[in-house]
């Protein structure tokens, strides 16, 4: 028997494994299925045009405490006849390397005008835009934005989401007393139930005690 062989067994058995949703990931509608969502990067409306590798179904897939931290924004935000709609959460290794593969495609910029129309596609990563890791993949970390439960609209932040460009950092001063106003609401109840925002895009948390803040995993959405 070729000696390599077991050590190849071994490592093909544990690609398979990591293909699989582990049980301290869960679906979150389970939770909590007054959450709207909006899984932008399985559909064509997305800063790069297509569906995005990995995306197999619309479902928000994020770590079991995630879950619960979610649920008690949603439970504080009810009282305000408000609500979360989630674009992104989990995503998977194998959707961050189709950001990385699109990014050194210079003359692809099909959806410039949308989601980066001040910033030149060769900068994308120098400026942070783009990265050969993301938080996402560790799943505790979610991009999302405020609605009116009356209506299901979303609340105006000022900037679209995803959008590459200063007017998406929190803090952004050329936006309206009410836009500004609905930035702070989100990052408030955000990190009064534990999560953590990022400074360069207002709807960006990342819980604080995250679970796997070393991991980063590649289990398709589905």
Request: proline share 6%; charged share 25%; net charge positive.
């Amino acid at each position: 028997m070729n000696k390599f062989l077991p050590i190849f067994l071994f490592l093909l058995i544990a690609e398979v494994v990591s293909q699989h949703k582990p049980e301290d990931f869960v679906y979150l509608l389970d939770l909590e299925p007054s959450i709207k969502i909006e899984l932008r990067y399985f559909s064509n409306n997305n800063f790069i045009g297509q569906p995005i590798d990995g995306y197999h179904r619309s479902t928000i897939i994020v770590s079991k405490p995630t879950a619960l931290a979610l649920q008690k924004v949603q439970n504080d935000l009810k009282k305000k006849v408000l609500g979360l709609k989630i674009f992104d959460a989990y995503r998977p290794q194998q959707a961050v390397n189709h950001f990385v593969r699109w990014a050194k495609v210079l003359n692809d910029t099909l959806m410039k005008q949308s989601y980066y129309p001040d910033v030149p596609k060769s900068e994308l990563f120098k400026r942070g835009y783009i990265a050969s890791k993301s938080g996402h993949s560790r799943g505790s970390t979610v991009d999302l934005t405020l609605i009116d439960l009356d209506t299901g609209n979303e609340l105006d932040m000022g900037s679209p989401y995803d959008f590459f460009g200063v007017q998406s950092h929190p803090f952004y001063k050329k936006i309206t007393d009410k836009q500004r106003k609905n930035r702070m609401l989100l990052r408030r109840v955000m990190l009064k139930n534990g999560f953590k925002p990022y400074e360069n895009e207002w709807w960006h948390f990342t819980l604080r005690d995250e679970p796997f803040p070393n991991q980063y995993f590649d289990f398709p959405v589905k």
